[in-house]
């Protein structure tokens, strides 16, 4: 793919184009980086979409997609913890998606990219490797739900900590995610 950029006779002033002009993606990304990046992405706007699901949907989506029990019974007595709870893991979950846009050039570069990639990856990560410990110590919790979450939070922290060495390949005339342009 090649790179475009708009050259604007506006005022002899100094134009500053957004990094989307680039022509879909940044060309000297890889394709399968790109993929890993945005299953990442489509998992974190998925859970957040099912996390604002979760307040119109009640106490039975809280309680299928395993809530702590008072998170339950708030959602069932019509309480704030259950909305306010879903509403910031949701914010979360939609902010680490943008990363992962960012990442794939989708989207400018966002403040502390490679540091946010990388502590959301050790976080999915981490998230996954905990079903071990749960096995082991209390196996009469571990259900096929939790098997595919964790299956799901590895694939989220792999396709994070792949976002972490792409976007390492930034080029550093573009780290701000502006092209500059002068008019001529």
């Known amino acids: 793919m090649r790179t475009v950029f708009f050259a604007v006779n506006w005022t002899a ?4 184009v957004p990094a989307a002009c680039y022509l879909y993606f940044r060309p000297y990304m890889q394709t399968s980086n790109r993929g890993w990046i945005f299953l990442a ?16 949907g009640g106490a039975t989506w809280y309680a299928f997609f395993h809530a702590p029990p008072s998170i339950v019974v708030s959602a069932q007595a019509g309480t704030w913890p259950a909305p306010v709870s879903a509403l910031v893991i949701a914010a979360l979950m939609a902010i ?7 990442a794939a050039g989708v989207v400018r570069r966002l ?5 946010a990639l990388i502590t959301i990856a050790g976080i999915c990560l981490l ?4 079903l071990i410990p749960l096995a082991v110590k209390r196996p009469d919790l571990v259900d096929t739900f939790e ?3 964790a299956a799901i939070w590895a694939l989220a922290g792999i396709g994070f900590a792949v976002g972490f060495r792409a976007a390492r390949a ?3 005339a ?10 001529s």
């Open 170 to 172: 930034w080029p550093n």
């Open 13 to 16: 002033s100094t134009l500053r």
């Open 174 to 183: 573009h780290s701000s995610g502006y092209a500059t342009t002068s008019s």
């Open 96 to 102: 680490c998606g943008a990363y992962a846009f960012s």
């Open 147 to 149: 098997a595919v979450a």
């Open 127 to 130: 998230r996954s490797l905990l």
């Open 111 to 115: 403040p502390l990219l490679r540091t």
């Open 41 to 56: 992405a489509v998992i974190a706007m998925c859970g957040a979409a099912i996390h604002i699901g979760a307040i119109f």
